[in-house]
């Protein structure tokens, strides 16, 4: 089916959407100031191209070496889910880190353009703000009537307005997570999520893959999976399992895979079901599933 098919005749009835992130540890060099993986960003974009059959898909992306040190140096470094405008920020601060992460923003666009994804960009600021770190907003309208259209939204981690704090930092999972209980009164339901990093997934204390996360085991997870060893101002692996596991609450299933092995993420895609499943992490509600809409 053609995405132009699959988006109209989504039109008349309920959509079911897939979520992918790219890690900013995956797709930049986050030891090296605004420097694109160039060896990943593009073999990326190729395999969603590849592995997208047309169906609702929305990806966001990760702010890498573009975003992470102006945050930093702006006073908005820490907190889960949203990063607290420290005494010395200002105005130009927070616009330059919302502009070091749209520089990566449109290079993550136009590769998958390139690629023949007919990618959308939908900022989050433009979309959401902030009340004390959490996402609020109304639904978010123009992101689902895009979806409609066959179009695939592009979002990133972004710098919103904070009710409370001024400003704050919406990482791509607390975007995901707000899209995940907002979209719902468009017709829209978020299905399942993929993250893409630089790891095999999740690793326990001893450096090994754990591959299935759920009520049982996710407080050792949790502690094992610890922060970012690069600038991280939203809490690297620790916050992206915190957020799979809070969607995982809400009946949708995560998979955390390895961005680095060339087909997995087409493999992914063209196959929900298929053996790339168990290649990564998957997390899950098990046995005391509170899939609250």
């Not at 353009?113 to 609020?136: C, H, I, K, R, W």
């Not at 979002?155 to 979209?183: P, Q």
């Not at 915190?242 to 997995?264: F, N, Q």
Request: cysteine-free.
């Amino acid at each position: 089916m053609s995405a132009a098919a699959a988006g109209h005749q989504a039109a008349a009835g309920r959509l079911d959407v897939t979520l992918v992130k790219l890690g900013g540890s995956l797709i930049t060099d986050k030891t090296k100031p605004r420097t694109v993986a160039t060896e990943h960003l593009p073999r990326l974009a190729a395999e969603i191209a590849a592995g997208w059959s047309g169906g609702a898909l929305v990806i966001g992306h990760g702010s890498g070496s573009f975003g992470h040190p102006e945050a930093r140096a702006a006073g908005l470094a820490g907190g889960r889910g949203g990063a607290r405008r420290g005494p010395d920020a200002d105005p130009m601060g927070i616009a330059r880190t919302q502009s070091a992460a749209v520089e990566l923003h449109r290079l993550v666009v136009e590769s998958l353009v390139g690629a023949g994804v007919p990618a959308y960009s939908q900022l989050p600021s433009g979309f959401l703000v902030a009340d004390d770190g959490e996402a609020d907003g109304p639904p978010p309208a123009p992101l689902a009537a895009a979806l409609r259209e066959g179009l695939v939204p592009v979002t990133m981690g972004d710098v919103v307005v904070d009710r409370t704090r001024g400003a704050s930092i919406a990482s791509t999972e607390t975007v995901f997570e707000f899209l995940a209980r907002a979209l719902v009164p468009l017709g829209v339901r978020v299905r399942r999520a993929v993250w893409l990093g630089a790891t095999a997934g999740v690793l326990d204390d001893a450096g090994r893959l754990v591959r299935r996360i759920d009520a049982a085991n996710i407080g050792a997870a949790s502690e094992a999976a610890g922060g970012s060893p690069a600038v991280d101002v939203t809490g690297g692996m620790e916050h992206r399992l915190a957020t799979a596991w809070a969607l995982a609450r809400r009946g949708v299933e995560s998979l955390i895979i390895d961005g680095r092995r060339p087909g997995l993420l087409e493999s992914v895609l063209r196959h929900p079901e298929g053996e790339a499943k168990s290649a990564g992490t998957l997390v899950g509600p098990g046995e005391v599933e509170d899939a609250r809409q």
